[in-house]
């Protein structure tokens, strides 16, 4: 089974959302790029700032675990 990569971060960023620390989360962006070999997250707050997440060949929950790594 493929997993949606963009709908686990979909729903995935509503939960963030919900919490006093990342009630500032604007978006979590799945982005595949098969020419470059990359696999990457953006995640984007309401003030501007853009975390870059390396994702290449993790799993959807692999995926979240960086994410949140990555933000925290």
């Given at each position: 089974m493929?997993?949606?990569k963009q709908y686990i971060c979909n729903l995935f960023?509503?939960?963030l959302q919900e919490t006093r620390q990342f009630d500032?989360?604007?978006a979590l962006e799945y982005w595949k790029d098969s020419e470059?070999?990359?696999e990457?997250?953006?995640a984007q707050f309401i003030k501007g700032a853009v975390i870059?997440?390396?994702v290449?060949?993790?799993s959807g929950i692999a995926m979240m675990?960086?994410?949140l790594k990555q933000i925290l």
């Open positions: 493929e997993e949606n960023c509503k939960a500032d989360l604007e470059l070999d990359l990457i997250v953006q870059t997440i390396n290449k060949c993790d675990q960086d994410i």
